[in-house]
C-alpha cells in the first residue's frame, strides 16, 4: 500500500470515527450546559463552565412519571437483574455448547438446529407465552422473572457461540480424560472451562450488553418495582412538563450507557481477541 492509498484510508478512518462519535459528543456537552446556555449556543459547541447540576438530578430527583425519585432505582434493579441474568445464561451456554460438540447423542443435531431457532425468532412471538408462564411460577412482575426470561431469552445465542468454540478443541483430549477415568463434569471443569477463557469474556459482554439495553422485555415484565433503566429512561424522557430539560435528558442518558461503555472500554480488546479466537468459527 502506497502512501497516497494509506493516507486515504486513515482519512475515511477518522471521518467514520468522527460521525459515529458525534452524537455522544452532543450527548456529553449538552449534559454539563444549563438551560440558558442550551438555548443561546449550539449543539458543537463546548460548555463556557462545568456544570454537573442536570447529572445530579437526572440521578437522584428526576420526574419518571409520577415518581421524582430519578434513575438512581431503575440502575440498581438493572444491577441486579443483569448479574446473575448473565452468568446463568452464559454458564448454561457453555454446557449446552459442550454437550453439543464433544458429547453428541442421537438426535442432538436436530436439538441444536432447534434451538437456533431462538436466535432468529422475533421478541414478540414470545411475550404472551413468556408472560402466562410466569404467572403461573409467580414470578409475574418481579426482578426474577425478568433474570430468567433474560437467560431463556440468551440461551440459543450463547449455546451457538460456545458450541462453535468448542468444535475446534482437539478431540484427542476429551477421549485422553476419558482414558484416564475423568468423568462428563471433571473433563468440563478441569479441561474445557480452563481452555475457554476468549469465548467466556465474549458471551460475557455480549449479554451484558444485550440485557443491560432490553427495552421491551423490561417494559412488558417488569412491575412498579422492578423496572430496569431502559424503562425508567423512557419515562424520564416522556414526562411532561413546563420547561424541557435537554441537559437532564442527555444526562440520564448518559448514566444508562455507562456501565456499557465501561464494559467496552476495559474489555473491548478481549472482546476482539475472543472472536479472533474462534467464537465465530465452524
Not at 458525534?22 to 462545568?50: A, F, H, Q, W
Not at 424541557?244 to 442518558?253: G, H, L
Amino acid at each position: 500500500m502506497n502512501r497516497f492509498h494509506r493516507f486515504v484510508l486513515y482519512s475515511l478512518l477518522v471521518l467514520f470515527a468522527l460521525v459515529f462519535l458525534t452524537p455522544l459528543y452532543v450527548m456529553l456537552v449538552t449534559s454539563l450546559k444549563d438551560l440558558d446556555e442550551i438555548r443561546s449556543g449550539n449543539l458543537l459547541s463546548l460548555p463556557g463552565s462545568i456544570n454537573v447540576d442536570a447529572w445530579l438530578k437526572a440521578w437522584s430527583t428526576a420526574c419518571t412519571g409520577a415518581d421524582c425519585g430519578g434513575l438512581k432505582p431503575f440502575f440498581f434493579n438493572s444491577m441486579l437483574m443483569v448479574v446473575p441474568a448473565v452468568l446463568g445464561s452464559t454458564v448454561l451456554g457453555a454446557i449446552n455448547g459442550y454437550i453439543f460438540s464433544k458429547w453428541r447423542f442421537r438426535g442432538s443435531e436436530v436439538m441444536f438446529a432447534l434451538l437456533l431457532f431462538g436466535v432468529f425468532m422475533p421478541m414478540q412471538v414470545v411475550l404472551l407465552p413468556m408472560s402466562q408462564v410466569l404467572g403461573w411460577i409467580g414470578l409475574s412482575s418481579s426482578i426474577w422473572g425478568l433474570v430468567l426470561i433474560h437467560i431463556i431469552a440468551g440461551l440459543a445465542s450463547t449455546t451457538l457461540f460456545f458450541r462453535n468454540y468448542y468444535v475446534g478443541l482437539p478431540d484427542e483430549l476429551i477421549k485422553a480424560a476419558m482414558l484416564d477415568g475423568a468423568g462428563f463434569w471433571r473433563i468440563f471443569w478441569r479441561i474445557v472451562l480452563p481452555l475457554s477463557t476468549p469465548i467466556v469474556v465474549v458471551v460475557l459482554i455480549w449479554q451484558f450488553t444485550n440485557i443491560w439495553n432490553d427495552f421491551l422485555y423490561g417494559v412488558v415484565f417488569s412491575g412498579s418495582d422492578s423496572k430496569p433503566i431502559t424503562v425508567g429512561l423512557n419515562n424520564l424522557a416522556n414526562t411532561s412538563s413546563t420547561v424541557k430539560e435537554y441537559n437532564v435528558d442527555m444526562a440520564a442518558a448518559l448514566i444508562a450507557a455507562l456501565p456499557t461503555l465501561f464494559v467496552y472500554a476495559v474489555a473491548g480488546k478481549y472482546f476482539v481477541r475472543g472472536l479472533t479466537a474462534g467464537a465465530v468459527k465452524g
